[in-house]
């Protein structure tokens, strides 16, 4: 069968089958390589890929589903080398093997994105999907809160906001 | 780990035209909503269909709406759909408290509700969720259309009493007006682990409650007893006890991979009490805020 997405801003025409994975699609087709195949369940977001703004498990979908979507992968952020986000990760040694790493940066580009100024209880649910085997995760968080905006208001104004 | 077994690939643009799919292919159709489960049961050689069909492609299906009275969550509404849902938050706030829960992002951003009541896994948190709630399930087939309660819903792990050629259109939840609520999930750490047991609690205008189970039996269950113990009585110390310790009665835990029985049925208890607490206190306008981890 025939789809077209958009994958890092590059328009794709494809010839797939029905049981063709998106995650194979992309990295043994386009290959676009930093989406890992890790569990193969949904478990560890080591293949998470951004469709539409919105990060899911590339190994979960089918290719078919993503006919006529807009798909990132972490190559899409560093253009013009490292952003900012990936800059503050350098800076703070959060990777080892960096297996988890493409997963990571696209699920905190989700939340700051969504959420410009995550309180660190945000950081940890943003990434919590995201397994990491090397670090224990302090320094990613730290890293991600590097790069996000103050919170506008102190505490005492949180206090009464909604969820 | 990719898919071995070959099957065609439908995305019919209307209900019409997926029940026409489903018709002609019976048992061999399995529909696609966000894939979270069906993906991995097809890698995993689990089902085998001759088509699967993807709903995607039908408009309206996506929609959370109210209809006068009652609150509509469609068949491809995503957890996070229903967590950022102004109405969800407002009217069902028990059941954004879940939503916030299950799984991860990656996996809420895909899956929906309706797949996880089609999935049945007794673990599934949006059963109890319903079930306290008093959900039902819109059931749709070549044949007609039917209202199913969701305490009727579920027959067993992974079975429910959709059949072959049928459709589910959504959920339907009466407004349950003025309420409280708790929904209480044990999990082996925080972030995306499946329940190892949870215990939802919800208390309606004039002292009624309504109380279910999940992972603690083939299927979502709701506690008759408890529910009836409770009925029409103020919540005092005394009564929570009293409610506690009917809480072996309601359950029937196993021992599996993600926790021990008694270690399941201990936690039971603890959480029964923090759940009856919370929903009273928070009908009452106090408690902790919901999402706020009670466990």
Partial sequence: MKIQFTLNGTPHDLEVEPSDLLIDVVRDRLGIKSPKRGCGKGDCGACTVLMNGRSIRSCLVLAAEADGQD????????????ND?????IRRNAFQCG????????????????????????????????????TGYEAIIDAVRDVAKPTRKPARARKGAKR | MAIAHPFLYEKPGTVKQALQLLAQHGAGARVLAGGTDL??????????????????GVPDLQEIRMEKDVIHIGALATFTDIMESPLIRKK???MAEMTEWVASRGVRNRGTMVGNICSAVPCCDSGPILLVYGGKVLVKSARGQRAVPIAQWFTGPRRTVLAPGELVLGVRVPDPGKHGGAFVKMRRYKGEDLAQASVTALLLAGNQWRIAFGSVAPTPIAGK????????????????EEAVALTDQETAPITDIRSTREYRAH?????????????????????PAYGTELI
């Fill in chain 2, 39 to 56: 993906v991995g049961q097809l890698v995993d050689g689990l089902v085998r269909p001759e088509i699967v069909v993807d709903l995607k």
């Fill in chain 2, 267 to 287: 936690m039971l208890r603890v959480m029964m009490r923090r759940a009856l607490e919370a929903a009273a206190s928070r009908k009452a306008g106090r408690g």
């Fill in chain 1, 99 to 134: 297996y988890c790493a493409p997963g990571v940066i696209l699920a905190a580009t989700e939340l700051l994105a969504r959420q410009p100024h995550p309180s660190e209880e945000e950081i940890r649910e943003a990434i919590a999907g995201n397994l990491c085997r090397c």
């Fill in chain 1, 71 to 82: 798909l990132a992968t972490v190559e899409s952020l560093s253009a013009n080398g490292p």
């Fill in chain 1, 85 to 89: 986000l990936q800059q503050a990760l």
């Fill in chain 2, 92 to 94: 069902l706030p028990v």
């Fill in chain 2, 225 to 240: 007893r408890v529910e009836k113990l409770l009925h029409g009585k103020r919540l005092t110390p005394a009564l929570v």
